[in-house]
């Protein structure tokens, strides 16, 4: 069942307390990256859930994360990045780690020469007035759990706005990495598989945060 990374922050957060905490090393961070069956995510405080019909037969979950409805399907990179923020050189700031977030997903784009932006207001990358990936986080005694889903090749029905408000923000669309590469006649071989992606965002993201990711 899709919870955020919620038992192996669990199993990291025994890790990093009293005499177990020499087992997490400051310079190692786990690190969940997926492909999600077909689900759609409402934040528990949410009052919108009103607007999931859960189009073609999606799933729907409640999570203790911030933001509205998303989601989160086949052709979408969801990366649930598990670390504790009190651990030098990571910060004790949620605002930090969200803006130290979409700049792993901004560098990841570039790669693809894709202008990715931050939005003044809406949390997430934008290109142009479309949303390219999302970003929701949440913590418990700052190990986080939660993190960002970019949008690779998924099938962009599933952001129908006429049936879902995609993180509640009303009048802007949704877009892809494939979608982008298409619309500028890029050939197919040059569309990224979710595996090269995943390798950029890996990498981006030691960048961003000076650690070194690790395995199971």
């Known amino acids: 069942e899709p919870d955020g990374g919620a038992r192996a922050r669990q199993k990291l957060s025994r890790k990093s307390r ?3 905490s020499a ?4 310079d190692k961070v786990r690190k969940i990256c997926l492909d999600h069956p077909l689900i759609h995510h ?9 607007l999931v019909q859960a189009p073609n037969g999606a799933s729907i979950y409640r999570v203790d994360r911030g933001g509205e409805v998303t989601f989160h399907g086949p052709g979408q990179l969801v990366a649930y990045p598990l670390l504790d923020l009190r651990k030098p050189p990571l910060k004790q700031d949620l605002h930090w780690y969200l803006r ?9 784009l570039r790669a693809y020469d894709i202008r990715g ?6 949390t997430g ?3 142009g007035k479309e949303k390219i990936a999302a970003v929701g986080v949440s913590s418990s005694r700052w190990i986080t759990t939660h993190g960002l ?6 099938d962009l029905s599933f952001f129908d706005t006429s049936v879902v408000i995609p993180c509640g923000i009303k009048g802007r669309g949704v877009t892809s990495i494939a979608k982008l590469l298409r619309e500028r006649g890029e050939n197919v071989l040059c569309i990224p598989t979710m595996k090269e992606v995943a390798i950029k965002v890996v990498q ?4 961003a945060f000076g650690v070194t990711t690790v395995k199971g």
């Open 125 to 127: 990358v934008w290109v």
């Open 204 to 207: 981006n993201f030691e960048h």
């Open 42 to 50: 409402v934040n528990n405080i949410s009052d919108d859930c009103s």
């Open 23 to 26: 087992r997490l090393s400051v």
């Open 100 to 108: 130290c977030i979409e700049d792993v997903i901004i560098d990841t």
């Open 18 to 20: 009293g005499a177990g």
């Open 149 to 154: 889903a970019l949008n690779v090749d998924p």
């Open 117 to 122: 932006v931050r939005d003044e207001i809406n």
